[in-house]
């Protein structure tokens, strides 16, 4: 028996409508609300673009698009929803505010996951006058691609809540680490700040153009990240020896790297520079044709990579 049947989706933009797709295609109801008076047009042609690459990849199971109700509020949307997924805007007040208008309409036993990528767990509990069933459930963009999801609870979740939501994400077809301390940003967007901190240094310090910065990371080290983590792709990097080797033979120049390392913020003349860079780069394509790119590549990916994670 598919469980938590019933879901709800809180906030339509390119997370929510991704994780609708998603909810729908693994057979189950989704009723969604938001603020928006276009948020019905706009997820609808979202779900219908987004349906061919997830029955390719095999996540159609026995869904239908039309498993969609749009609700009038928060509150109806949460009626009887034993998984909700929130997605409104990083911003404390608007989660907090929703979370007071909808507790009180949750199902005893629903688990609702927030989205939210810079924002702690701690706290948006404060809003919750029992947040034991709230946990962290965040994605990498576009949801109904990218399997991550990280989740998190702490003292104040029930475990039963942690648990529910990873078998949850599994079942969707997500690949789910569980964080066992909080910090600002989560795991996989502080690598990824931690990546694009170096790449902005390049590109600032005249070293190279943000296209090819970019270049030397999808045509070098994205292949294999694709494959394997950075500490076990260097394992193997050390021959028969391991890792054990490759620290041992290469630890002077990662210190020399390291210490290397750019510093810098994201002010205004920076932000102007990368933006000039990625609009030579994208070369007069729009975002929708950008966007639709990136995803046939990442659904290429993942179906190639389908065979192999299967043990995962």
Not at 197 to 219: C, F, N, P, Q
Not at 263 to 281: C, F, K, N, Q, Y
Request: with cysteine; proline share 5%; aromatic share 8%.
């Amino acid at each position: 028996m598919t469980e938590f049947k019933t879901t709800a989706v809180l906030g339509a933009g390119v997370i929510g409508a991704s994780w609708t797709a998603l909810f729908l295609a693994s057979g189950r109801d989704v009723a969604l609300y938001d603020m928006s008076p276009n948020a019905e047009k706009t997820v609808r042609e979202y779900v219908e673009r987004a349906w061919p690459t997830l029955d390719e990849l095999g996540l159609v199971n026995g869904g239908s698009p039309d498993r969609v109700r749009f609700c009038r509020s928060a509150p109806e949307a949460v009626e009887g929803a034993m998984f909700i997924q929130e997605n409104v805007p990083e911003r404390l007040e608007i989660k907090n505010a929703l979370y007071e208008e909808i507790e009180r309409e949750l199902e005893r036993e629903a688990v609702i996951a927030t989205s939210t990528s810079g924002l702690t767990l701690s706290e948006m509990q404060t809003a919750w006058k029992n947040p034991s069933r709230f946990v962290l459930g965040h994605p990498f963009n576009p949801p109904h691609l990218i399997p991550l999801v990280e989740v998190m609870g702490n003292g104040r979740t029930d475990p039963s809540a942690i648990e529910a939501a990873e078998r949850f994400y599994s079942a969707l077809g997500k690949v789910t680490i569980r964080l066992s301390r909080e910090v600002p940003g989560h795991v996989a967007n502080r690598l990824q700040a931690a990546v694009w901190r170096e790449a902005i240094y390049l590109v600032k310090t005249g070293v190279a153009s943000v296209e090819d910065v970019d270049k030397a990371m999808w045509a070098g080290p994205g292949l294999r990240w694709a494959a394997m983590g950075p500490t076990m792709l260097f394992h193997l990097g050390g021959g028969e020896g391991g890792l054990a080797a490759f620290c041992e033979r290469l630890g002077e120049s990662f210190d020399r790297w390291w210490d290397d390392l750019g510093i810098l913020h994201l002010d205004a003349v920076t932000s102007r520079m990368l933006v000039s860079g990625v609009e030579d780069e994208a070369n007069g394509q729009t975002l929708t044709e950008l966007a639709e790119r990136r995803d046939a590549l990442i659904a290429s990916i993942q179906k190639a990579l389908i065979p192999y994670r299967k043990d995962q």
